[in-house]
């Protein structure tokens, strides 16, 4: 079965960095877009960075432009948001998430990461 | 960027009551590009609906999404007691993804 799992969060300070995985496993990888996705405490849900099934093409929310990097290693089946220059308003759950196969939503969610960002 | 705004807040209703829940874009989305996700307390998001009408794999068929344009709906048609969670609409335009605010069906 699909399983998507997300590791590497923690609490950081702010101006610090993080890098967070999700390890795929049950499907073929290298077939899917890949998602990653936040919510902070108590509220909605952002999506934060995405990237094509070859990582030629990535997207990037306004939020976290300049200071996130998405990544992937088809051959480790593995995900990665490379998290710099945080700050609290990053304080979150982070999701990744498979794109579904037929539309630009996503049919597949790990149980997420929280990251913290506090001094 | 496109604001998708739900519609209420929060509902309160019994169980085998009817859930209706709005879901308004601030300008006209492609049909197929919405997508209606739930949300338990300690989950991940689960997708529902995608192509604004269509069930995900192994959603059972009380569930149903409607609409186009700007304006689009889920309905349960009659709330099982594992119903009462968050409900989120998303959207996808112009390289970006956008959700509501969410909608709670509380249990009354």
């Known amino acids: 079965q699909v399983q998507l799992v997300e590791s590497g969060g923690g609490l950081v300070k702010p101006g610090g960095s993080l890098r967070l995985s999700c390890a795929a496993s049950?499907?073929?990888?290298?077939?899917?877009?890949m998602i990653w996705i936040r919510q902070a405490p108590g509220k909605g849900l952002e999506w934060v960075s995405y990237i094509s099934a070859s990582g030629n093409t990535i997207y990037y929310a306004d939020s976290v432009k300049g200071r996130f990097t998405i990544s992937r290693d088809n051959a480790k089946n593995s995900l990665y948001l490379q998290m710099n220059s945080l700050r609290a308003e990053d304080t979150a759950v982070y999701y990744c998430a498979r794109r579904h196969s037929s539309s630009l939503c996503f049919d597949y969610w790990g149980q997420g990461t929280l990251v913290t960002v506090s001094s | 960027e496109i604001v998708l705004t739900q519609s209420p807040g929060t509902l309160s209703l019994s169980p085998g009551e009817r859930a209706t829940l709005s879901c308004r874009a601030s300008q006209s989305v492609s049909s197929n590009y919405l997508a209606w996700y739930q949300q338990k307390p300690g989950q991940a998001p689960r997708l529902l609906i995608y192509?604004?009408?269509s069930r995900a794999t192994g959603i059972p068929d009380r569930f149903s999404g409607s609409g186009s344009g700007t304006d689009f709906s889920l309905t349960i048609s009659r709330l099982e007691p594992e119903d009462f969670a968050v409900y989120y609409c998303?959207?996808?335009?112009?390289?970006?993804?956008?959700f509501g605010q969410g909608t709670k069906v509380e249990i009354k």
């Open positions: 192509g604004a009408s």
């Open positions: 049950g499907f073929t990888f290298s077939d899917y877009y």
């Open positions: 998303q959207q996808y335009g112009s390289s970006r993804w956008t």
